[in-house]
């Protein structure tokens, strides 16, 4: 069964960095490069919102509240997908999903905690 472990997730100081990553366990190549991929964010008492994708196809969108700042990439390599989030704002802080989905399922990672503090 094919999963998603999450990595990366921490405290920072508004205006640092961090780096998501999320790796891919037990899923073929092809099954990994042919994946939508996602990343959502869920502050306390909000609804789980869309940070960024990545498609099958490489194209890449952004919430307009992290444009600029995030950057999602993959490493079909490692099998792990990544988010780059550069001028952490307090409002940032949530916890962070990765999410694949595609002809053959639809996976979720465990979730990490990104806080930043002001």
């Known amino acids: 069964q094919a999963q998603l472990v999450e990595s990366g997730g921490g405290l920072v100081q508004a205006g640092g960095s961090l780096r998501l990553s999320c790796r891919a366990s037990?899923?073929?190549?092809?099954?990994?490069?042919?994946?939508?991929m996602m990343w959502y964010r869920q502050a306390p008492g909000t609804q789980r919102e869309l940070v960024a994708r990545?498609?099958?196809?490489?194209?890449?969108t952004y919430a307009d509240s992290v444009k600029g700042r995030f950057a999602i990439s993959r490493d079909n390599s490692r099998k792990t997908l990544y988010l780059s989030m550069d001028s952490l704002k307090p409002e940032d802080t949530a916890v962070y999903f990765c999410n694949f989905r595609g002809d053959y399922g639809d996976w979720w990672g465990q979730g990490l905690q990104v806080i930043v503090s002001s």
């Open positions: 990545l498609s099958s196809s490489r194209e890449t």
């Open positions: 037990r899923m073929i190549l092809s099954t990994f490069v042919n994946n939508d």
